[in-house]
Every structure is written in structure tokens, then in C-alpha cells.
């Protein structure tokens, strides 16, 4: 029974990462560029949906309104303002700036908020829901349920719209989706629009199911990252998959591992991913 | 003339490759740039595309200056290049290769009638249209990059290098489908290294050398053993 709990709390964990990393997969696809200031551009997203609250009096659940445009607007700057004026330089530069972007997140976030945890309530706060007979916090159910949804419509968008062909031609073939009369900065800028854009539609809600401290961030963006690369980065499917794993090695881990072991394993998962196959690891940093 | 270049002066980086190119392509005709390698053929279809900057010069394209225009403004004007080696996109099928062709087109409507229309003159692609199109052949890859350019309703159609390592069957394919499109007096400038291709192609020609024109061949059909080879070697 408790092997079937924490089973179910993997898989609602995995599919809630697997959404965050999906903007992290999409805007490296489109642009070959890994965001490292992802896990911080959504901590930014969960404390902008705590100053909504606190001073427009706005349930996390309704924020996002006003949060995602938010978010995908910065998304769509720091692709035009920091990551193009510089990525044709070397890569480690983008690599330098984005980790830059986090740490100077981070000291916006601990300036104007201070260390305290803090935490975001919504009207689903405090109840619980059971999902196959193991109880949930109702807040993480929603944010399970929003993902899966985020993660069916970007699947259906990239298969199946014309902004999911630009995405993928640009992808495949720069100078060839160029000559098809694609402008590539322009769908690249949306793309880094769309998948900043998404941690604000999730970010208030894991607002009320994770505690916010200014330097989250950076685990945010280790997490994704692992996952991201256990996915192998090229298409939704093997981000959700990847997504499960993690998630379902993070909460089992923590069931079963003496002490705060459990924390490790994701870490392990990757260390044993890039191990059996580091093939995949070096195709992602040599891709352009 | 439809399209004219002149006095173009062109280059990567710091490095010249072009020297005062003029070309002039009218309505209908089918035009080849001949020369040995590094001659600056390759540039000069990019030029014209958009992929490679003016440095000196101007392009005009039916009355218009399109100098400062980027690849998919030129696009979206109808001028259209066939990259050399095909570069189709391999993980999308052959339908969404053609479609990502046709994004010009507004209108889903005009799509779907000029995928009809390509079809029916691609047919082998029709029965390959769900494969991915990284997993065709050489030749294959080819029709699809050709058929993506016209999926754009291409004013010229810009090839470059469009039989470079295709097998000899496949080859004779391709020239089957150029001299189709030319029998509808679709407007080709084609860069070609298989003489005999451009020959029975092209109704004229210019040849260039270290970026440079040294001659037009007003009518392919006169030019002589003599001055091809001169025009190849130098």
C-alpha cells in the first residue's frame, strides 16, 4: 500500500516536472540554447503569483492570468535582450549569462522578500483529494491536472499547428526553414515566449504545494535538467517519460531511503543515464 | 527583366567572393551559371536568396529593389532556392515537408489545392507522403526539396546543384521534373556541375570565374566544346 502511495505521488510529481521541463526542452530545440535560468524564472513566477495575492488579493488559481503573459514576456526579452546579442560568440557565454540571470534572480528575490519560507495559499489549500484511494493535496491534483493538459496541448500544437512545423522545421534545418520563408528569429523568440510563458501558468499553482525560498531556483533548474537530459531532449513523449522516472525516483527514494537519501536520486538517475549512455549527453552539446 | 542583378559585389565575413556581378533573368526563361568550383556560383544563388548580404551593388526583382530584404521577405515575393544538398527536414514526413514549403500561402485552402497540384505532378511522393523524409533516397529527398519550393508558387525557382550525388537513374529523374516545370515556362536559374543537365536545360547562360562573370552564352545550343571546356578550366 505504501509502495502503491508513493507510486501515485511519482507520477503526479513526474507529470507536474514534466511540464516545467517542457519549456526548457522546447526553447532548447528551437534554439539549441539550455535556459540555466529556467528554475529561476519560476521561482520569479511563484513569487509574483505571492505579491498577487498578498496586494491584489488574487487566488494562485486565477494569477496566472496575469502571470503567464508576464512570464512569457520576459521569456521573449531575455531570448532578445541576453541570449541573441551573444550566442553566436562562445557557447559557454550563454551558458555564463543565463547562470548570471539566476544569481541576480535570486538576490532580486531574497532582497524583496527576505530568506522566510513562505508559502501561497489557494481555496483548494488544506484539502485533500483521494486519487485511487491515496490522499493528494487537492492543490497538487489540480496541478497535476493542468499539466497533463499543458503538456496534451503543446503535444497536439507541435504535431499539428503551423507554429509546431515552424518549431520543428527551424529545428531540424536553420538555413532550409530560412529558405522556406520561416523567420527564424521570430519563431525563436516565441518559442523562448512559450516556454518561459508556461512556468507562469504553472508556477502559481506549485506556489501552495512547494515552499518558496529565494534560492530555489537553481534546484528547479538541476531537476528539469535532468530531466531533460534523461528525456534525451527531442520530443514530448520522452520528456513525460522521463518526467515519470524522475518523479517516481525522487518519491520512492525518499519513501525508502534512510534519511534525506532519497533527495539524491534523480542525481543518481542521471549519473546512471549519462554512464550507459553518454552518446546522448554529447550529441546535445555538440548540436550547433 | 524580371530579375536583375547589378554590379553585385558579395562575400563571407571579410572575405570577397563576388566582384561586380550583373545578371538579368526575364519571364519564362531557364537560366544556368556555369564555372568550375569556388567560382562563386553557390554565392550568387544565395545572394539572390537572401542568405548572403550585398556588400556593393543592388538586386531588383519585377521593378522592386529587394537589396535589403532578408530571406523570407524574398519568400514571400516568390523567389524561391532549392538548397544544394536537398536539405529536407528529415524527422518531418514528406506531407509536412510540402506543407512547411507552402506556409506562404495564407489560406489553408490555397494550401491544400497547390498540395493537390504538386502531388499531381510528384506522383511518386503522393504514395511517400507519410514517410519521414530522412528516410527516402537521395533522389527522392530531391523531388521532395523541388516540390517544397514550388509548394511556395515560386515567381523563380533557384536551384543549386540539384543532381550533385544522385545516382544516375535518379538524376535522370530530377531533369525529367526541371524540364516539365520549364515546359510551363516557370522562370529557373539552375548552378550546375552536370554539363549535359544544364545544356539540355538551360536556354542560356552566364559563366563565372573567381567571382567574377567572364561570359554570357546567349544560346546554350551554340556553345561549343571549346569554349565549355574554357569555361570550365580556364
Known amino acids: 500500500m505504501l509502495l502503491f502511495a508513493g507510486i ?18 522546447l526553447v532548447y530545440r528551437a534554439t539549441g540554447v539550455i535556459n540555466f535560468a529556467h528554475g529561476s524564472l519560476m521561482a520569479l513566477a511563484m513569487y509574483a503569483a505571492y505579491d498577487v495575492r498578498r496586494y491584489g488579493g488574487v487566488d494562485p488559481l486565477l494569477s496566472w492570468v496575469a502571470v503567464a503573459p508576464l512570464m512569457g514576456f520576459i521569456g521573449w526579452g531575455v531570448f532578445r535582450w541576453i541570449v541573441r546579442p551573444i550566442r553566436d560568440r562562445h557557447h559557454l557565454l550563454v551558458v555564463q549569462a543565463l547562470l548570471g540571470l539566476s544569481f541576480v534572480i535570486e538576490a532580486f528575490l531574497l532582497m524583496r522578500y527576505g530568506a522566510d519560507l513562505r508559502s501561497v495559499g489557494n481555496v483548494f489549500s488544506g484539502r485533500v483529494i483521494r486519487l485511487m484511494g491515496v490522499g493528494v493535496e487537492m492543490t497538487r491534483a489540480v496541478a497535476f491536472v493542468v499539466s497533463l493538459a499543458g503538456l496534451g496541448g503543446l503535444g497536439l500544437a507541435l504535431k499539428h499547428s503551423d507554429w509546431g512545423r515552424r518549431l520543428r522545421a527551424i529545428a531540424a534545418d536553420e538555413m532550409a526553414a530560412e529558405l522556406a520563408g520561416i523567420s527564424v528569429t521570430g519563431v525563436e523568440g516565441q518559442v523562448w515566449c ?8 504553472v508556477g502559481p499553482l506549485l506556489a501552495g504545494v512547494f515552499k518558496l525560498t529565494p534560492d530555489m531556483g537553481l534546484r528547479y533548474t538541476i531537476l528539469a535538467l535532468v530531466v531533460l537530459i534523461v528525456g534525451g531532449g527531442r520530443t514530448m513523449a520522452a520528456t513525460v517519460a522521463s518526467g515519470l522516472l524522475v518523479g517516481l525516483s525522487e518519491t520512492l527514494g525518499l ?4 534519511g534525506s537519501y532519497g533527495g539524491l536520486t534523480p542525481y543518481a538517475l542521471l549519473a546512471v543515464v549519462l554512464m550507459a549512455r553518454p552518446a546522448v549527453a554529447a550529441r546535445m552539446v555538440r548540436q550547433r | 527583366m524580371l530579375l536583375e542583378a547589378r554590379a553585385i559585389d558579395a562575400g563571407y565575413g571579410k572575405v570577397p567572393v ?9 519571364a519564362g526563361e531557364c537560366v544556368a551559371i556555369l564555372g568550375p568550383n569556388n567560382a562563386g556560383k553557390s554565392t550568387l544563388l544565395k545572394v539572390l536568396s537572401g542568405l548572403v548580404g550585398v556588400w556593393r551593388g543592388n538586386l531588383q526583382f519585377e521593378g522592386a529593389d529587394i537589396t535589403p530584404d532578408g530571406p523570407s521577405e524574398r519568400v514571400r515575393r516568390g523567389l524561391i532556392q532549392v538548397p544544394e544538398g536537398r536539405h529536407v527536414f528529415p524527422d518531418l514526413t514528406v506531407a509536412e515537408n510540402l506543407i512547411v514549403g507552402g506556409l506562404r500561402l495564407g489560406s489553408h485552402r490555397a494550401r491544400r489545392a497547390r498540395l493537390e497540384r504538386v502531388y499531381d505532378s510528384f506522383k511518386p511522393l503522393y504514395e511517400l507522403r507519410h514517410r519521414p523524409a530522412g528516410m527516402l533516397s537521395g533522389g527522392e529527398q530531391q523531388l521532395v526539396a523541388i516540390a517544397r519550393g514550388l509548394m511556395a508558387e515560386p515567381r523563380v525557382l533557384m536551384l543549386d546543384e540539384p543532381s550533385l550525388g544522385l545516382s544516375p537513374v535518379a538524376v535522370d529523374l530530377v531533369f525529367g521534373t526541371l524540364l516539365g516545370l520549364k515546359q510551363e515556362s516557370l522562370t529557373m536559374i539552375v548552378v550546375e556541375q552536370n554539363v549535359q543537365f544544364c545544356f539540355d536545360l538551360a536556354s542560356r547562360g552566364y559563366v563565372l570565374r573567381q567571382g567574377r562573370v567572364v561570359s554570357q552564352v546567349e544560346a546554350m545550343e551554340h556553345l561549343t566544346a571549346d569554349a565549355l571546356r574554357q569555361a570550365y578550366l580556364g
Open chain 1, 8 to 25: 501515485i505521488q511519482g507520477v503526479v510529481l513526474g507529470v507536474i516536472l514534466a511540464l516545467v521541463t517542457s519549456g526548457m526542452v
Open chain 1, 194 to 201: 512559450v516556454g518561459v510563458g508556461i512556468l507562469g501558468l
Open chain 2, 18 to 26: 563576388l566582384h561586380g556581378v550583373a545578371l538579368g533573368v526575364a
Open chain 1, 255 to 258: 519513501l525508502y531511503l534512510p
